[in-house]
């Protein structure tokens, strides 16, 4: 088995051509051609998920976001990121991200946030020319009030709090996400009908909303986390008998709640 057999698989799903322009998908280090002894999944690719990798015999890193988003200027011991690379580079270890890949296509992290809601009709919000594209949008099974909604969110999602703009008090029966920063998308949220868009990272001026619309902000780790699995059961699937698991450090949200 080879990176570049796991590679065909990830990208049949979600193709390298679906990334942002921004973005830096794809294999981030290593190369296509090493033997793989094991595949770790996570969603950052943390120093403790590299050192996990190596105490379990794994040599290839599988996340949702990229381990380098932009140019490396300086590979040292001093930082975080030198220290990934740094050990990663000395156990032969390959590192592989799906970030905004796996974000545009159907059945990818806003698909996995409609299931957890229960949305049935589900489509892409912002499709573009290929039929990809961000966020997705749908119907809720009944009409919910802001406050049943809140709670039925929190439970999905299993939040301990989250943001919400003026409560309003019409009926909600369609809902808009988008997995890790979505402010981008609250026109399109809006012009889908959607009552209620749910996403994260959204700043302070986006909360001043139209009657009519709710923003939700559930935080970007807690919109993201269940990509972790979907890239876990693709890869299974094809590969039943291989090494594959999902890291034990799951929680790698930077965020910190008290």
């Not at 989250?162 to 012009?191: F, H, Y």
Request: glycine share 8%; hydrophobic share 45%; charged share 20%.
């Amino acid at each position: 088995m080879l990176v570049k057999d796991i590679i065909k698989v990830i990208e049949e799903f979600a193709p390298l051509s679906n990334q942002e322009s921004w973005d830096n998908c794809g294999l981030c280090m290593g190369s296509e051609n090493a033997v793989v002894t094991g595949v770790l999944l996570a969603l950052d690719c943390t120093e403790e998920i590299v050192d996990e990798a190596i105490s379990k015999g794994l040599n290839l890193i599988v996340t949702h976001h990229p381990m380098i988003f932009s140019g490396v200027r300086k590979i040292s011991p001093d930082n975080w990121q030198g220290r990934i690379i740094i050990k990663a580079a000395s156990f032969g270890i390959n590192i592989y991200a799906a970030h905004t890949s796996a974000d545009k296509v159907a059945g990818g992290v806003s698909y996995a946030m409609a299931a957890r809601l229960g949305l049935s009709d589900v489509e892409i919000l912002d499709k573009d020319g290929n039929g990809n594209g961000l966020g997705a949008v749908g119907n809720l099974d009944r009409h919910y009030s802001l406050r049943e909604m809140v709670a039925f969110v929190k439970d999905r999602f299993r939040l301990q709090a989250l943001r919400c703009s003026r409560p309003d008090d019409m009926p909600i029966s369609r809902v808009a996400v988008c997995g890790g920063s979505g402010s981008s998308l609250i026109g399109k949220a809006m012009a889908s009908g959607a009552q209620l868009y749910i996403t994260g990272d959204i700043s302070y001026h986006h909360f001043f909303t139209e009657k009519g619309f709710i923003l939700m902000d559930i935080g970007h780790y807690e919109s993201e986390i269940d990509i972790v699995d979907i890239l876990f059961s693709l890869i299974k699937k094809n590969f039943p008998t291989f090494a594959v698991c999902i890291t034990e450090n799951i929680y790698s949200n930077p965020i910190f709640y008290f």
